[in-house]
């Protein structure tokens, strides 16, 4: 049984430039959500995905953008990168109608530098 | 807004003696509280949990406590090894949903 598997592991960006990270979620679950984690800091909420559609989002930026596919995977496009936008990206999958149990499963996460 | 303190943010301890990180949160929505442990490189691995109808939750040598009145909850490690040596998260969410609001972390390191 796979777990919550992200790619690519490692990505370097300049200034200005549009990145794309996707995820794959544990088998059986259907709800994905994305993490911003900075160096130093704990996970900060960048929105989830479930139907294929945004279903709750933190307090992010536009340029930050998903999407979710019908077999559930997912993708993370940030746009107009900048240096702060660097970090270990997380995502994490749950299952909707265990909602009340709350349960995530994180991947491993996308490092990404912003140069 | 939603916040989680957590403290400390570093804390050194001999092999053998206890760790105690502690969190406190804002929203008193929150009724589920996990703790995650993450290696250097690898993802947050979950370690124990606790919800707002229980007020401790014990795992071996791991232990939750959460004191819904004060909005604390504290996480116990006692006889600590070296390979307990990571940075724990602590984290705040409610039923009905995913998003979770996590504290800033505390670095364990446990010395030989």
């Known amino acids: 049984d796979a777990g919550v598997t992200q790619s690519p592991t490692h990505l370097i960006k300049t200034r200005g430039q549009q990145v794309t990270l996707r995820c794959s979620p544990k088998?059986?679950?259907?709800?994905v959500s994305w993490y911003q984690q900075a160096l130093g800091q704990g996970p900060q909420f960048i929105f989830q995905?479930?139907?294929?559609?945004?279903?709750q989002r933190g307090n992010f930026p536009d340029r930050f953008s998903g999407h979710q596919f019908p077999n559930y995977s997912s993708e993370l496009n940030v746009n107009a990168l900048l240096l702060g936008d660097s970090a270990l990206y997380l995502c994490?999958?749950?299952?909707?109608?265990?909602?009340?149990?709350?349960?995530?499963?994180f991947g491993a996460g996308t490092r990404l530098s912003v140069l | 807004g939603e916040n989680v303190e957590q403290h400390p943010s570093t804390l050194s301890v001999q092999e053998g003696d206890s760790a105690v990180i502690k969190c406190t949160y804002s929203?008193?929505?929150?009724?589920?509280f996990p703790w995650y442990k993450q290696e250097l490189g690898k993802r947050p691995q979950l370690i124990i949990d606790?919800?707002?109808?229980?007020g401790e939750k014990k795992d071996q040598r791991i232990a939750v406590t959460l004191n819904k009145t004060a909005k604390h909850f504290s996480l116990h490690i006692t006889e600590t090894q070296p390979e307990d040596s990571a940075v724990y998260f602590c984290?705040?969410?409610?039923?009905?949903?995913?998003?979770?609001?996590f504290g800033t972390g505390t670095r364990l390191k446990v010395l030989a």
């Open positions: 088998s059986g679950h259907d709800t």
């Open positions: 929203d008193s929505a929150s009724n589920y």
């Open positions: 995905y479930y139907e294929e559609e945004e279903r």
């Open positions: 994490a999958s749950s299952l909707l109608v265990s909602l009340a149990k709350n349960i995530q499963y």
């Open positions: 984290a705040a969410t409610y039923s009905g949903t995913y998003k979770y609001i």
């Open positions: 606790i919800r707002s109808n229980v």
